[in-house]
């Protein structure tokens, strides 16, 4: 048996910062995690790949607009030459990340194996190298995270998903004509508009009656859906039965209105969310569980306190920044003893659908206000009056502020449109401060940049 002070199972977002703090404090921590390698999902087949796919998809997309001719007189691309791309952004990660960890021995190591739990302070790993039992004195993180959740249907495994899309050397290498994805998450918008600009006819079929999850402000989902490309086909309120393979592709059958219809297509992608990958043993130790996710609090204790569970394990707050700051703050309430003094705010999480155009929102926005009886008041600049949108050509979309009517502090925001994954930091920043309208309204943004739309809204109040 080896012991150390601290034990994290995974080492992705959840687990990898808490490592590097707890380390940097003098503690020895080991990191098991059966990828083998520091990043979780977020670096093998989710945000940074599929960003380096959408942002060479925008270059491809401005080059058309403005008429960036080639050789042959059209604009044009070839989808291997991305696909190679996003797989090089990958490998200088890893090894990025491989010097990191370096540089962090001997407090912190990683080892390659499955972890499973014995007691409370115990782990079993099992790897090609054997089994080995590891105790932590201190803690343990269970930063497991998440994948790829698949829907119950007949032909099932006839459908893609974004870990065909997005992983290293993926299983889809060239460019569909016709594309079906089932679901309509973030996941599954971004694909459909990727794939939209590079010329695949994409329809996207939703169980409920609106895009995103029914946990989104509605009012934003219906406005982002405005912006969106009408040439993607949206079909909500449709229920998946099955998926077959035909002689011209794959056929999808669903039921919309009672009457049950198909459509046929190259490929077709599954990207109904993510489910919390709960350890083995987890369960059975006393770790409690609610609805596939394990049960924290907002100092991301377990209800056993000295072990933590942040990131995509707790199902919160399903993104790569938040898992890191909830990693953090397991970090300071260890070296506290395992007492809280540290503790996760989720209302100031930003979160970015990285379509085209960009929608971001964070705080609390409309239908949540009304839900706990806040009286809000609102105020907006749209792009189109904006310089940088107007350089850019892109005026779709608007940033929107929201206040707390009796103390006038900014309590939620979204931006729709140009720049929204860059501005909605900024925001989330002025609702984590309580900052009040007119303080907002007095910053000097920079000019010409879209930043300068945050003070424009705000100085219509005052």
Not at 71 to 98: M, P, T, W
Not at 129 to 137: F, L, N, P, Q, S
Not at 243 to 270: A, C, L, N
Not at 346 to 369: C, H, M, R, S
């Amino acid at each position: 048996m080896k012991t150390v002070d601290v034990l994290t199972i995974g080492a992705g977002g959840g687990a990898y910062p808490a490592g590097f703090r707890l380390a940097r404090s003098g503690m020895d921590v080991v990191m098991i995690d059966d990828k083998g390698v520091m990043s979780g999902n977020c670096l093998a087949e989710g945000c940074v790949p599929s960003k380096a796919i959408r942002e060479s998809v925008n270059l491809y997309k401005t080059s058309k607009k403005f008429d960036f001719w080639g050789l042959d007189g059209q604009v044009s691309f070839e989808y291997k030459k991305i696909i190679a791309h996003k797989d090089n952004v990958q490998k200088f990660r890893y090894a990025q990340h491989a010097e990191e960890l370096k540089e962090a021995l001997p407090h912190l190591q990683l080892v390659k194996g499955h972890a499973r739990f014995l007691d409370d302070h115990t782990l079993e790993v099992k790897s090609d190298k054997g089994d080995e039992v590891y105790r932590a004195k201190r803690a343990i993180i269970v930063a497991s995270g998440s994948e790829t959740s698949i829907l119950p249907i007949n032909g099932a495994d006839l459908c893609i998903t974004s870990h065909d899309i997005f992983s290293m050397n993926p299983k889809l290498q060239t460019l569909p004509k016709t594309m079906t994805v089932i679901g309509g998450g973030y996941i599954a918008l971004e694909t459909a508009t990727f794939f939209n600009e590079l010329g695949t006819k994409v329809k996207l079929f939703k169980r409920s009656d609106r895009i995103l999850s029914d946990e989104v402000d509605y009012r934003f989902s219906q406005t982002l859906r405005q912006f969106l490309d009408p040439n993607i086909e949206i079909v909500t309120g449709a229920r998946v039965m099955e998926v077959e393979r035909v002689q011209d592709g794959y056929r999808m059958r669903y039921v919309k209105d009672d009457k049950t219809e198909s459509v046929t297509s190259d490929i077709v992608m599954m990207a109904v969310g993510r489910r919390s990958v709960i350890p083995e043993g987890a369960e059975k130790i006393g770790i409690k569980t609610e609805h596939g996710r394990i049960i924290v609090n907002n100092a991301m204790q377990t209800n056993i306190p000295h072990i933590y569970a942040p990131g995509d394990v707790n199902g919160l707050s399903m993104l790569f920044h938040s898992a890191v700051r909830q990693s953090l703050v397991a970090a300071n309430n260890i070296m506290a003893g395992n007492t809280p003094i540290d503790y996760m705010n989720f209302k100031t999480v930003p979160t970015t659908v990285f379509t085209f155009p960009e929608g971001a929102y964070v705080g609390i926005l409309p239908d949540e206000a009304k839900s706990k009886g806040i009286e809000l008041v609102e105020t907006s600049s749209p792009f189109k009056i904006d310089a940088r949108a107007q350089i850019f050509g892109e005026m779709d979309g608007e940033i929107r502020e929201f206040f707390d009517a009796e103390t006038m502090k900014i309590v939620g925001a979204w931006v729709i449109g140009l720049d929204a994954g860059l501005l909605i930091g900024e925001l989330a920043r002025l609702v984590e401060g309580g900052f009040t309208v007119k303080e907002v309204a007095e910053f000097a943004d920079q000019h010409p940049t879209t930043a300068e739309g945050i003070v424009k809204a705000a100085r219509k109040l005052i």
